[in-house]
């Protein structure tokens, strides 16, 4: 996925995202191929640094977006997977925009010892 040429969308949305009760961390979306040539990309001065993390492409009136997640470890996984989606439908409700598809990888789950409890 690429990123939107609506200027902020994916910022936005990723700042959305690390705002839901239950995020600790946002990692680039995509695989792991995806994100070793993207990093090898930034290495190279191909590709910005502040690139966002979250992905986001643009179809007609509608956007499909992509993120990996680190949770809380006592987060309700399918709770937290609800309220992030809904956290992204309304930065794309702001802009006129409806969800397409929303990908949502947990790809950390943050352990107790790591807790800020």
Do not use: C, F, W
């Amino acid at each position: 996925m690429s990123t939107t040429a609506l200027p902020g969308l994916a910022e936005r949305i990723e700042a959305a995202v690390r705002a839901t009760p239950g995020v600790r961390s946002v990692y680039r979306a995509g695989s792991l191929v995806s994100n070793l040539v993207g990093e090898s990309a930034v290495a190279v001065g191909l590709s910005p640094i502040d690139e966002p993390l979250v992905a986001v492409r643009v179809v007609g009136e509608g956007a499909e977006v992509q993120a990996s997640l680190g949770i809380e470890y006592s987060a309700s996984a399918l709770d937290l997977l609800r309220d992030v989606r809904v956290a992204i439908g309304k930065v794309l409700a702001e802009d006129g925009l409806e969800s397409v598809a929303t990908v949502l990888t947990i790809a950390y789950v943050h352990p107790r010892e790591a807790s800020s409890d």
